[in-house]
C-alpha cells in the first residue's frame, strides 16, 4: 500500500504510484517497522532535483527493486523542504559517514530512527545489491548495525551541539572575512572555487554592505564582476529572467535547470542593491527582470511563491532551454537567427548536449546603441513566443514559509529602489511600472497568505498547497524569514498590522527555539523528537535559521526602539562569529547583519503627507546606509513608532535620521538628509 496519494507535497506525489509501499515520516511507519523487526529505507529529496527523478526512473518505478524494499524494510519517502529538520539530522550523518552529502539521500535507520547507513544516489544494480546486503546484516548481524547507528549517532550530535565558544562580530572580523573571501575570488570568472559553481548571493551581499561601510573597492568589483558574469551566463535565463540553481561549470555557461524560489529572492536583492549603489543597467535590469520571473512563473494566484521549477522536462534536463542555430533561424529568419546566434554564443558544435547551446549574452548590451537594444528586446521576445510552444517544466506549487519571506522582502526592497530611480522619462518606464504593480501585487498577497494561513494558533507552519496548509510546523528559518518580510513590507507600506505579526513571531521564536549562550535551536523545544536537535549556524543555499532569526530581530529592534531584540541578536551573532571569521562563504547572511549592527543600523523616518512621491523618501532609500530601516507617512500613524512624536516642520516634510537609538534634529531637504546619511 503506497500511502503518499493524499500528501501536500508535490515530490511526494510524484512516487505516489511507484510499486514501493511508501509511507509518509510519521511515528505509524517507525511503529511498523518495529512490529515487523524490519530497518526503516528514509529516502530524501525535492521535486526539481534531477537525479532524485533519476534514481526514482531506475530504482523506486522498479517491480523488482519495489519487492525488495517492501518485503525487507519500512521505506520513508521525505520532503527536504517540507522536512528541514529531518533532512538536517540524516544530512549530517550521511557527511559523517561518507564524506559528502547531496541529493537523493539513502538512509538506511533502526525502527528508533537510528542511521546506520548514509549514502546518496545509487544506480539501479548497485542499489539491489545495497538493499540485499542491508537486509542480511540487519538479520546476522544485529549488534554491529546497532553500534554503527550508535556511533553515528553521538557523532551527528557533536556535529549539532550549541554552547561553543563566541566573539563580538566586530569591524576588525568583518574585515577579515571579506579580505578571506577575496583570496577566495575567481577573478576569472567571477565567484569562488570551482565548478559545479553556485550563486553566492549572501557573500555578495555582505561585500555590498561592507564596501557601503569602508569604501573597499575589492569588495565591489569582485561583486560588479561576479553579478555581471552570471547575467550574462547560462545560469541566467536570457528570455524570461530568473537564475537556475547552479552551475555544472566554473564559468557559468551550463547551468543544472532547475530555478529555486530562495536563490531568484537573494539574488533579487543583491541586483537591486547593486543597482540601488551604482545604478548599473546591467543590474537594473536583471533585477527588473527577476521580480517579473517571480510574480509571472512562480507566485501562485491569491497565495504565495511556488517553490522551484523543475530541472527536467518530459524526464530530459535542459529540453525547454537549449536551442541549435537552425532553430533560431527558424524561430527568426535568416537576419535574425544569425544575430542572436552571434550575440547568445550559438554556435554548431553548441555548448550543451547533442549540439545544443544555452543562451548566454556575448557582451554586453545595455549600454549599446538604442536600435541594438530595440532589435535585441524584439528578438528575446520572439524567442520566448517560440519557446513557449514547447514542452514546459514541471511546477512544485507548494508554498514555504521560509522561501516566501525571502521573496517579500527582495520585492519590498526592489518596489522602494524603483521608486526612488526610475522616472516617466526613463525609455522602460512604463515596462517598469507594470512589473512594479505586478509584483507588488504578488508580494502582498503572499504575505497575506503567510498571515492568514501559514500561521495557525500563534505558530508558523512550514509549507501550504493549493491554499490547504500542511501539518509540518515551522522551523527557526521559517520565523526569522518571515519576521524580516513583515518588517520589510511595514517599512514598504507603513502598516502597524505587518510590524505586530513580526514582533509576534519574534516573541515566539525567543521563546522556543532559545539555545544557551545566545545560540538557537533550529527546532522547538515542543517540536517532535528526531535522534538529534539541529542547530546549524551556518549559511548554505539559505540563510541558516539563527542568521535569518538574527536579521528579523535587528530590523524589529530598530523599527521598534525595543533594546531587548537587539541584545538577542548581538548574543546570537557572537556564536556565529568564530566560523564568520574562519568560513566567510558559510556565513554571508550573518555578516550582511553584522554590517548592519555596526552600521547603526540608522533609523530614517520621513513625515510626510505623500510617502510615495516626496524626494526626501526617494533619498532616504537611495543613500540608506547598510541594513538601514526606512519609514514614512504621516507623524503619529497608529502602530508605526518611528513615526511617533515626530511632526512636521514647519508645515514641509522632515526626515529623522537615528543611529543606535541616538537621534539628529530633523531635516528638510535632500541635501541635508544625504549629508546626514553621508
Known amino acids: 500500500m503506497n500511502r503518499l496519494v493524499d500528501a501536500t507535497s508535490p515530490y511526494l506525489l510524484q512516487h505516489a504510484d511507484n510499486p514501493v509501499d ?56 521525505v520532503d527536504r523542504e517540507e522536512r528541514p529538520d529531518v533532512d538536517a539530522v540524516y544530512m549530517t550523518a550521511t557527511q559523517a559517514m561518507t564524506g559528502q552529502g547531496g541529493w537523493p539521500m539513502t538512509v538506511f535507520a533502526a525502527p528508533d530512527g537510528t542511521p546506520f547507513f548514509c549514502g546518496t544516489y545509487f544506480p539501479r544494480p548497485n542499489f539491489i545489491q545495497l538493499l540485499q546486503s542491508v537486509a542480511t546484516a540487519w538479520r546476522e548481524q544485529r549488534e554491529a548495525v546497532l553500534g554503527q547507528g550508535a556511533a553515528v549517532v553521538e557523532a551527528i550530535g557533536g556535529a549539532q551541539a550549541v554552547g561553543g565558544p563566541t566573539a563580538p562580530l566586530d569591524a576588525p572580523l568583518l574585515d577579515a572575512a571579506a579580505a578571506k573571501l577575496a583570496s577566495e575570488y575567481d577573478a576569472t570568472n567571477g565567484g569562488f572555487g570551482g565548478a559545479p559553481k553556485f550563486p553566492p548571493h549572501m557573500n555578495l551581499l555582505f561585500l555590498l554592505r561592507h564596501h557601503q561601510r569602508t569604501g573597499d573597492p575589492t569588495s565591489l568589483e569582485i561583486t560588479r564582476h561576479t553579478a555581471e558574469a552570471m547575467a550574462r551566463g547560462g545560469i541566467y535565463d536570457q528570455l524570461a529572467g530568473g537564475f537556475a540553481r547552479y552551475s555544472v561549470d566554473a564559468h557559468w555557461t ?47 494566484p491569491g497565495q504565495g511563491f511556488a517553490s522551484a521549477l523543475d530541472a527536467d522536462t518530459e524526464g530530459v534536463e535542459g529540453l525547454t532551454y537549449a536551442w541549435t542555430p537552425a532553430q533560431l533561424v527558424e524561430a527568426l529568419g535568416e537576419e535574425d537567427g544569425r544575430f542572436a546566434a552571434d550575440l547568445f554564443t550559438v554556435t554548431d558544435d553548441g555548448t550543451f548536449e547533442k549540439g545544443t547551446s544555452v543562451l548566454r549574452l556575448a557582451r554586453d548590451v545595455d549600454d549599446a546603441a538604442p536600435e541594438v537594444r530595440a532589435r535585441w528586446q524584439q528578438v528575446v521576445g520572439r524567442l520566448l513566443a517560440a519557446r513557449d510552444t514547447r514542452p514546459q517544466p514541471a511546477l512544485d506549487d507548494k508554498v514555504v514559509a521560509a522561501w516566501n519571506g525571502l521573496a517579500i522582502t527582495a520585492i519590498a526592497e526592489f518596489q522602494q529602489v524603483a521608486a526612488g530611480y526610475v522616472s516617466p522619462q526613463d525609455e522602460d518606464a512604463n515596462l517598469m511600472d507594470g512589473i512594479t504593480i505586478v509584483a507588488d501585487g504578488a508580494m ?132 556565529v562569529a568564530p566560523i564568520v571569521g574562519q568560513h566567510p562563504r558559510f556565513t554571508g547572511y550573518a555578516a550582511m547583519v553584522g554590517e548592519a549592527l555596526l552600521s547603526g543600523p540608522y533609523e530614517i523616518a520621513v513625515a510626510t503627507d505623500d510617502p510615495a512621491g516626496d524626494p526626501l523618501v526617494a533619498a532616504a532609500h537611495r543613500h540608506a546606509p547598510p541594513g538601514a530601516v526606512v519609514v514614512a507617512g504621516r507623524p503619529d500613524q497608529p502602530g508605526v513608532p518611528l513615526l511617533a512624536d515626530r511632526p512636521l516642520v514647519d508645515g514641509r516634510s522632515a526626515a529623522y535620521v537615528c543611529r543606535g537609538f541616538v537621534c539628529q534634529r530633523p531635516v528638510t531637504s535632500v541635501e541635508e538628509l544625504i549629508a546626514e546619511l553621508s
Not at 527546532?523 to 535522534?531: F, H, P, S, W
Request: aromatic share 8%; charged share 25%.
Open 254 to 300: 551550463v547551468p543544472h535547470f532547475e530555478k529555486m524560489l530562495y536563490d531568484n529572492a537573494l539574488l533579487l536583492r543583491l541586483y537591486t542593491q547593486m543597482w540601488r549603489l551604482t545604478g548599473d543597467p546591467l543590474a537594473r535590469r536583471v533585477a527588473r527582470d527577476t521580480a517579473r520571473f517571480l510574480a509571472d512563473e512562480l507566485h501562485r
Open 444 to 575: 502582498r498577497q503572499a504575505a497575506e497568505h503567510l498571515a492568514t494561513v501559514h500561521l495557525v494558533d500563534g505558530r508558523l507552519r512550514r509549507v501550504s498547497r493549493n491554499g490547504k496548509v500542511g501539518e509540518p510546523a515551522g522551523v527557526l528559518e521559517d520565523y526569522g524569514c518571515v519576521a524580516e518580510a513583515f518588517c520589510a513590507l511595514h517599512q514598504l507600506t507603513g502598516d502597524g498590522r505587518w510590524l505586530t505579526l513580526a514582533g509576534e513571531l519574534l516573541d515566539t521564536a525567543l521563546a522556543h527555539f532559545a539555545a544557551p549562550g545566545g545560540a538557537f535551536y533550529d527546532t522547538a523545544d515542543d517540536a517532535e523528537r528526531l535522534v538529534a536537535r539541529p542547530a546549524d549556524p551556518t549559511d548554505n543555499a539559505t540563510p541558516s535559521g539563527r542568521s535569518a532569526m538574527i536579521a528579523g530581530l535587528v530590523a524589529y529592534s530598530a523599527l521598534t526602539g525595543e533594546t531587548r531584540y537587539r541584545e538577542a541578536a548581538e548574543a546570537a551573532l557572537s556564536t
Open 22 to 77: 511508501w509511507w509518509q515520516w510519521s511515528d505509524e511507519a517507525f511503529a511498523e517497522a518495529k512490529r515487523r523487526d524490519v530497518p526503516v529505507l528514509i529516502s530524501v529529496g525535492y521535486a526539481a532535483c534531477h537525479w532524485c527523478h533519476v534514481m526514482a526512473h531506475e530504482s523506486f518505478e522498479n517491480a523488482q527493486v519495489g519487492a525488495l524494499m517492501n518485503d525487507n524494510f519500512v521505506s520513508i519517502k
